[in-house]
């Protein structure tokens, strides 16, 4: 009988013997390939810690003792251990999270899945914890070692140190990766931890219990290899490393031998005190597919075939890829420009550039502060640095672009991938505040490019600015289609469409530029003149912008950041600085978290529809509320203005 549909809560391991652990494990690893496969998720990084765990969760009583994840990403086995096994509507609206999510368990406290910050949190916790008479329950953390390239970390175990007075567990998962092969002089130290020759494989895993899952179980075991045993501190110096942080040290240990992690977890749970266990774990344990795939093995997959392990792709071309395309190009005209990222070589398009200019790329690992501040110091020097992140990381390195880069006039182009409405990835991923956050910034410009044309052009443009930082930002998934520009005025904004009257002005942000082609001829159809313009760079608001909007009666911002503070209200400012009274309306996503879904679904949810935003525009120039009409249709049932005669 299958082990795993028997488990609904942590304590339900306890009854398990050695042999039905392994068992168990075995379960998951294929439970994980079959569900992931079918929704896109994360899988190299969960079938790494399946026996870790399980391990953690036998010794230590989840929730009284709080796990905190670092990312969450790593959190799929958590969620099958207490009680969460239905994965058929992963990431999607109405299933369970990609990562931990209170509302969904009292097992799941931190949701932010930005890296380095869970010791700052299981510092605080078990601090709490101590100074609230509940010294006796213990705070586990899990990081990887990808983590420790992030400055955050060390701040936190600086301060760990300070006071050992609490049960506090730093489970370090070191499997040589963060969503790329982990960078720098801490990731050679412990690679050399990795390689040594004490640590080898010592036992083969039998292939009988894969094959009675058939061809998935088969795909499986292609990919199980022995683990190593036991304890190797002896040939290393590890033990040094921390213990010049007075905290204790375990290890390394073989992250997949469930004996040697319960014995060192139960050692670490008596210790009493602050104490580091060191596991050595394989991405994508299990799974040859995922051990196959150098790029990141399968940190994060769409929809695969899950004996394969191939791609089921939409046969779109991304933004990244034309992205990755352009800088290609222009790094061939421009030998001063370099390209930067943090731990995100591959998922922000820099590969290409790092194959065709190996010395021209700096991967800082997750430090997005000290690439921004590295950047400054690189444009100071003659460079013309690209730094690629994605949107929702931006913010971690705010007080670098500010006070580094836009204070010293620096010449460094952000590239700002994941931008907007990311969808499935939920709140922590979604890069909604980057319009908002940046364009604060002094002298700061800001490119929203609606098409693939218009993205080369950005990116041609922003690389001859020299004095000022510019930013590019361009959403997850396919490239819009080509929409061209029926002219280009003086300052740079496309018009895109010209109505027969000067009634309502959309202002489109990037590739909301297609949907505001969709509402203007929505109300030509209700006799409403409306004109689209794409300003390409939405920051500073362009001249034509204000005398355009003079000449209308409403004007329409339509962007996919938060409203407040958005492009809209900067676009509102500035007609009310030049003495214009037109009225302006912004549309944008909401101030709050928002939940994983469908970025269509999302954007319906804002009212970022196509029919939606012109029945209330009909409504405000008619002064008529306009019936409506059901339709149903691929994307499910939307609403529809009716024409009426004026």
């Known amino acids: 009988m299958p082990i795993l549909p028997s488990i609904s809560g942590p304590r339900d391991l306890d009854a398990l013997s050695e042999d039905q652990l392994a068992e168990l494990a075995a379960e998951i690893r ?3 390939v079959e569900n992931v496969s079918r929704t896109g998720g994360h899988l190299g990084p969960n079938l790494g ?27 799929y086995v958590h969620k099958l251990l207490t009680g969460r096994q239905d994965f058929s509507k992963l990431r999607l609206r109405g299933g369970l999270a ?20 869970s010791l700052s949190w299981a510092d605080g916790v078990s601090r709490a914890l101590t100074a609230t008479g509940r010294a006796d329950r213990h705070v586990v953390a899990v990081l990887g070692d990808g983590s420790l390239t992030g400055g955050m970390t060390w701040e936190a175990l600086n301060n760990i140190s300070d006071d050992n007075d609490r049960n506090l567990v730093i489970v370090v998962n070191d499997n040589g990766r963060s969503y790329a092969p982990t960078i720098g002089g801490m990731s050679r130290y412990l690679n050399r931890v990795r390689t040594a020759a004490a640590y080898k494989e010592l036992h083969h895993k039998s292939d009988r219990l894969f094959r009675a899952f058939g061809p998935v ?66 991405k994508g344990r299990g799974y040859q597919p995922a051990r196959d795939d150098e790029a990141d ?14 791609t089921l792709s939409s046969g779109g071309t991304g933004w990244t890829e034309v992205f990755s395309d352009a800088l290609v190009s222009v790094g061939e005209r421009r030998d001063d420009v370099i390209a930067m990222t943090a731990a995100m070589l591959r998922p922000t398009g820099l590969a290409p550039f790092a194959e065709r200019f190996p010395d021209r790329v700096y991967d800082v690992g997750i430090a997005e502060q000290h690439a921004v501040a590295s950047a400054a110091g690189l444009a100071f020097g003659g460079l013309h640095p690209v730094v690629a992140l994605y949107a929702t990381f931006m913010g971690r390195a705010f007080d670098q672009v500010l006070m580094d880069v836009a204070l010293h006039r620096a010449g460094v182009t952000f590239v700002l991938d994941r931008a907007g409405v990311t969808g499935p990835d939920g709140p922590s991923h979604h890069g909604m505040w980057d319009l908002a956050m940046l364009q604060i910034v002094p002298h700061i410009r800001i490119a929203a490019p609606r098409d693939g044309e218009r993205l080369r052009e950005a990116l041609d443009e922003a690389v001859l600015v020299d004095d000022a930082p510019t930013v590019i930002r361009f959403p997850k998934g396919d ?41 203007a001829e929505r109300l030509r159809a209700q006799g409403i003149g409306a004109t689209v313009i794409d300003p390409r760079w939405a920051i500073p608001v362009q001249p034509s912008i204000v005398s355009m909007a003079a000449r209308h009666r409403l004007v329409i911002t339509i962007e996919d950041g938060i409203r407040v503070g958005g ?80």
């Open 217 to 282: 179980g088969r795909a499986v075991f292609r990919g199980v290899r022995g683990g190593t045993h036991g304890f190797l501190s002896r040939f290393t110096n590890n033990e040094a490393l921390y213990s010049n942080l007075d905290i204790k040290y375990l290890g390394p240990i073989d992250g997949h031998d469930l004996l040697a992690l319960l014995e060192t977890l139960e050692l670490a749970k008596s210790y009493g005190a602050p104490v580091i266990v060191h596991t050595i774990t394989e």
């Open 479 to 519: 490239v819009s289609p080509e929409l061209p520009a029926v002219e280009r005025l003086h300052d740079g904004v496309d018009v895109l469409s010209r109505g027969e009257s000067e009634d309502v002005l959309l202002v489109a942000i990037g590739p909301f530029a297609a949907l505001a082609m969709d509402v």
């Open 98 to 117: 990609g990562y931990p999510q209170r509302s969904e368990s009292a097992h799941d406290v931190v949701e932010s899945s930005h890296a380095s910050s």
């Open 49 to 75: 810690v399946v026996e870790l765990t399980i391990a953690l969760h036998r010794v230590f009583s989840s929730p009284d003792d709080p796990f905190i994840f670092d990312t969450g990403h790593q959190s």
């Open 567 to 646: 492009i809209g209200t900067r676009v509102r400012q500035v007609l009310r600085e030049a003495g214009i009274d037109t009225a302006v309306d912004e549309l944008g996503l909401p101030d709050e978290f928002i939940d994983h879904a469908s970025r269509d679904q999302i954007l319906a949810d804002a009212g970022l529809t196509a029919a939606k935003i012109a029945q209330d525009v009909v409504s405000q120039v008619l002064g008529t509320r306009i019936p409506v009409a059901r339709q149903t249709d691929e994307t499910g049932t939307i609403d529809l203005p009716l024409r009426e005669r004026r």
């Open 297 to 310: 093995q399968f940190h994060a997959v769409g929809r695969i075939d899950p004996v394969t392990g191939e």
């Open 30 to 32: 294929v439970f994980l």
